[in-house]
Nanobody
């Protein structure tokens, strides 16, 4: 079983920055992607960014490209960060990290992520 724990959410004004973290533990054999998703009540979950668990390849949603960066801690690849810059009010959401096997579209194939964290709230005020 894989466990994921997010932290680092909070409130910030538009234009500001936040970094959320995801600690991955447990049996990670076979995990291919760590993805970041966000969800607003009443809306579908949106894939934001993903990174290969055993590599550095990344993918981003168009809505965050150039503003968000997904990376892993140098000292511990089981810690995945989502650095969020130039935040906008529309970035307000609950942010989740998730672990999944290989998939062709890591931001769209939400059902292929079998392990999810509990989420961390990000609120951006105008």
């Amino acid at each position: 079983q894989v466990q994921l724990v997010e932290s680092g959410g909070g409130s910030v004004q538009a234009g500001g920055s936040l970094r959320v973290s995801c600690v991955v533990s447990g049996n990670t054999w076979g995990i291919y992607y760590i993805g970041w998703f966000r969800q607003v009540p009443g809306k579908e979950r949106e894939g934001v960014a993903a990174i290969k668990f055993l590599g550095e390849d990344t993918v981003y949603a168009d809505s965050v490209k150039g503003r968000f960066t997904v990376s892993k801690a140098h000292e511990n690849q089981n810690i995945v960060y989502l650095q969020m810059n130039v935040l906008k009010p529309e970035d307000t959401a609950m942010y989740y990290c998730a672990a999944g096997l290989f998939m062709w579209s890591p931001l769209k194939e939400t059902d292929d992520y079998k392990h999810w964290g509990q989420g961390t709230q990000v609120t951006v005020s105008s």
